[in-house]
């Protein structure tokens, strides 16, 4: 959105030596604490605004409750028709409760966050990417408070982030392929695509955390806002739930290409995988 069943079988987890990763890195067990943001914006009244994205927070809330254990106390929701200026998407909200999503974060934690909403591009100027441009999302209050950009993102989500601490990531917007600014980007034919940032950027990317990062679509692209079951949604959002409801015990590759097959062409988009570090692809995938 932009603005302007059979048992599986794994292969077993090893390192690739082509890409190592960082020196204290460890795969998160995901066994320990749970917590979780969901933002959903519509801008209502606004004159690019959408339909599905307070919906796509709330259902993704529902479904970490009822499929992956998270708590309700436990999960920060913010959306655009609440009430209550604490639970407004603003940027301040926005920035403050992803500092809460990790703060005295743990290994073996297991954090989640969600956006729905817009997405767009803004010219890079510290020089880390290789395509010129930063991808960023929009707070309900950009228009007086200005945008997040893919730099801050990572500074306040993984940056401050323990060995073996999960974050799992999805972000239903446009322009959204790196937009958590991890150094690894996967095709959903589960192909590297390489890094989108420069040799010099991807040693500060290095995180020993265990971030993944699913996207709506290619950095390029655009994705979409639709409906199922006469319902408003995202169509990454939903997907995602799709696909993980039906077959919870999936590889990253298995993950990817369902939720490709239930977005792409129809949609025009192309889902992308992202991670601080490089995945076999063949491994479970757990929250």
Known sequence: MQYYPQQQQYAPAKPLLPHPPHPGFLYSLCNRRKKALCIGINYLGEPHELKGCINDARNMRKFLIEKHGYKREDIVLLTDDSR???????RRNMIAAMQWLVQSAHSHDSLFFHYSGHGGQTKDLDGDEVDGMDEVIFPVDFKRK???VDDDLYKIMVKPLPAGCRLTALFDSCHSGTVLDLPFIYSPHARLRGSHVSQRARSRRS????VISFSACKDGQKSTDTFKGGVAVGAMSWAYCEVMSRHPNQSYKQILREVNDMTYPRY?????LGSSHHIDMNRKFIV
Request: without cysteine; glycine residues 6%.
């Open 84 to 90: 209550d200026p604490r639970s407004q998407p603003t």
């Open 268 to 272: 025009h988009q192309m889902p992308q």
């Open 207 to 210: 995180s020993p955390a265990d």
């Open 146 to 148: 200005g945008h997040i």
